[in-house]
């Protein structure tokens, strides 16, 4: 039986086209660090009832950016997270060019992910996404030890409706719960800081909420599943942080919020 949700990986991935390969300034050392280390592992091996992993780096096309998204942080990203240059020639694509691009790499995932939250049997999404241990320079919390979890639905600490934000993407009640499903599981929990949602939670978010479904971002801490000296993941502690995953999940599927 497989939960009634859409588990989306956007960041997973590190492969570059060869084509493209060339343009990027970046080693490829540095570009792996591009990946959101673990999600691939954990999240995309869950058995939703459905799972769409990203093929390509965000390097090459950021999933979680708004189509229009343009410049340092945008869609096609002039920056990676340490604040070094991704491309050699600044900005590295416009007008037909930029199009292709987001026509190879960027709407084939969306169009899966329009197509899968569309279907009938779908309560939810989880957009799911990993945290350095301690905040790279070019993150709102720099320099900060972060907590196991990070659950963002766009909202305030406790997930209501925040200011100067987008609506909120589920219910505060929602929200809270599922933090309350991951305390019972031994992780410790933030809501909305230092992230909120990216692109799709929001852009997909507000269409479910209006359907009494729900979007929420999911970043989980890479120091649950990585050796932090040798910088490299750790089987038994990835198989660990999975099934204490699954475990919340088949909890959380099992709960209405509406």
């Not at 060339?22 to 058995?47: N, Q, R, Y």
């Not at 691009?101 to 969306?110: C, G």
Request: with cysteine; hydrophobic share 40%; glycine share 8%.
């Amino acid at each position: 039986m497989k939960w009634p949700f859409v588990i989306s990986v956007p960041h997973c991935s590190a492969r570059v086209p060869e084509f493209i390969r060339p343009a990027l300034a970046l080693s490829d050392p540095e570009i792996v660090e591009s990946i959101d280390t673990g999600t691939a592992e954990i999240f995309g091996a869950l058995p939703a009832q459905h799972v769409v992993c990203a093929q390509w780096t965000r390097l090459v096309a950021d999933l979680n950016r708004g189509p229009g998204e343009r410049g340092r942080n945008g869609v096609i990203p002039e920056k990676d997270y340490s604040g070094r240059r991704v491309y050699a020639e600044l900005p590295p694509l416009d007008g037909a060019r930029f199009q292709n691009r987001l026509r190879e790499y960027y709407w084939p995932y969306h169009d899966r992910l329009e197509r899968m939250v569309n279907q009938g049997e779908i309560r939810g999404l989880f957009d799911c996404h990993s945290l350095n241990a301690v905040a790279p320079v070019e993150a709102p919390d720099a320099g900060k030890r972060r907590k196991d979890i990070v659950l963002g639905n766009n909202g305030g600490a406790h997930g209501e409706a925040a200011p100067g934000l987008w609506r909120t993407t589920c219910p505060s009640e929602g929200v809270e719960i599922i933090k309350q499903v991951l305390v019972a599981e031994g992780f410790s929990v933030d809501i909305n800081f230092p992230y909120a949602g990216g692109f799709i939670t929001r852009h997909y978010g507000t269409r479910l909420m209006a359907r009494d479904q729900f979007a929420v971002q999911i970043e989980i801490n890479q120091a649950l599943f990585m050796d932090e000296e040798h910088n490299k993941m750790v089987p038994d502690r990835i198989k660990w942080v999975r099934k204490k995953m699954a475990r919340c999940m088949e909890a959380i599927a099992g709960i209405r919020f509406f």
